[in-house]
Nanobody, 115 residues
Framework: QVQLVESGGGLVQPGGSLRLSCAAS????????MGWYRQAPGKQRELVAT???????NYAESVKGRFTISRDNAKRTVYLQMNELKPEDTAVYYC?????????WGQGTQVTISS
């Protein structure tokens, strides 16, 4: 069973930065499409960013220019660098792997932006 473990969430002030990490196991990471999604209270889960096997990326309009997704295939880890954080970025952030025609999810990590 594929396992995804997120880390790096926390409480930061508006304008601050965080870097999320997602470590994958039991997966041929280099051929998995990876992504970050988030879910705020009372809202549906939404796409934040994805990175494909070739390195191409896709971002939600709301985070373009502030967030950067990257991957390290040797470490089987995907990252989300989040800068210029806003209160509306507050959510549980989930790592996703699209692998072998299935979608896998991590347990999520809480990100709270508040002064």
């Amino acid at each position: 069973q594929v396992q995804l473990v997120e880390s790096g969430g926390g409480l930061v002030q508006p304008g601050g930065s965080l870097r999320l990490s997602c470590a994958a196991s039991r997966i041929i990471f280099s051929i998995a499409g990876m992504g970050w999604y988030r879910q705020a209270p009372g809202k549906q889960r939404e796409l934040v960013a994805t990175i494909h096997t070739g390195g191409s990326t896709n971002y939600a309009e709301s985070v373009k220019g502030r967030f950067t997704i990257s991957r390290d295939n040797a470490k089987r880890t995907v990252y989300l660098q989040m800068n210029e954080l806003k209160p509306e970025d507050t959510a549980v952030y989930y790592c996703n792997a699209a692998y072998n025609n299935k979608n896998y999810w991590g347990q999520g990590t809480q990100v709270t932006i508040s002064s």
